[in-house]
């Protein structure tokens, strides 16, 4: 996931991001791929940011002497125009995790772009912009909708994050600093893990194992959708 140079070579299957909606027409940018052996220069350059590639195609501000310490992870937008993700950050970085023991995602439900929000999935959304929108007349979802508040209700209700959170599908928060069951937030990290997994389409689990009937939801043999969608779980699915 996220091929970065150093690490892994450029993706031979991909020409670009998926759901690429932004491509800034140049060869070798973030957009292609993270994974160039070197930046690739812009001409004219109108920031030193936007011929970073590898690890700071994404965290620009690696310092840990940023000028703004809200920023999550430094995760910055390329044109310094108030673009970044705030967040709380786990003390260990996830290394262990509980209820109490993860990283505190930003989430919105508003329409706004990373400059407004500063949530995960409107930094994701940069590169990846045309993976969750809504399409044709009736406004159905091509895929699992992202930056939408997680029903209290119905087949949700059962699960409250802020007594019982699981980091088997995270949520976020439209505010992090103080998380409350009305404002959790179904984000893109929500089912998938930003560095990869040993999972397809870097998924916190295997879908195929998402089967009626499976209450396993704890492991990487369980399906993390039975996390919010509490009634799938053991029920017929048509």
């Not at 759901?19 to 940018?29: A, E, I, L, P």
């Not at 786990?90 to 023991?101: L, P, R």
């Not at 879908?207 to 017929?236: A, L, M, P, R, W």
Request: overall charge negative.
């Amino acid at each position: 996931g996220h091929n970065v140079a150093g690490i892994s070579a450029k993706d031979g299957v991909l020409d670009e991001a998926p759901g690429n909606s932004v491509g800034c027409g140049t060869s070798g940018s973030c957009h292609d791929s993270l994974a160039h052996p070197e930046n690739i220069p812009i001409d004219p350059a109108p920031q030193e940011s936007v011929s970073k590639t590898g690890c700071q195609g994404c965290h620009f501000e690696v310092s840990h002497h940023s000028a703004d310490d809200t920023q999550y992870r430094f995760l910055e937008g390329h044109t310094n125009d108030n673009r970044y993700v705030t967040g709380v950050e786990d003390d260990d970085w996830e290394q262990t995790t509980s209820i109490n023991d993860h990283n505190i995602y930003s989430g919105t439900t508003s329409s706004g772009g990373l400059g407004t929000t500063h949530s995960i999935s409107g930094y994701c959304g940069g590169c990846h912009g045309d993976f969750h929108s809504e399409t044709g007349d009736q406004g159905a979802w091509i895929r699992h909708p992202t930056d939408i508040l997680l029903p209290d209700s119905g087949e949700y209700a059962a699960y409250d994050p802020t007594t019982t959170y699981n980091n088997y599908a995270p949520v976020g928060w439209v505010d992090p600093s103080t998380p409350t069951r009305a404002s959790a937030v179904v984000t893109c990290l929500s089912c998938h893990r930003p560095h990869g997994s040993d999972q397809p389409d870097m998924l916190r689990w295997n879908y195929d194992n998402c089967t009626t009937g499976t209450t396993d939801q704890t492991t990487s043999d369980g399906c993390g959708c039975f996390v919010c969608h509490t009634e799938k779980d053991g029920i017929e699915i048509e």
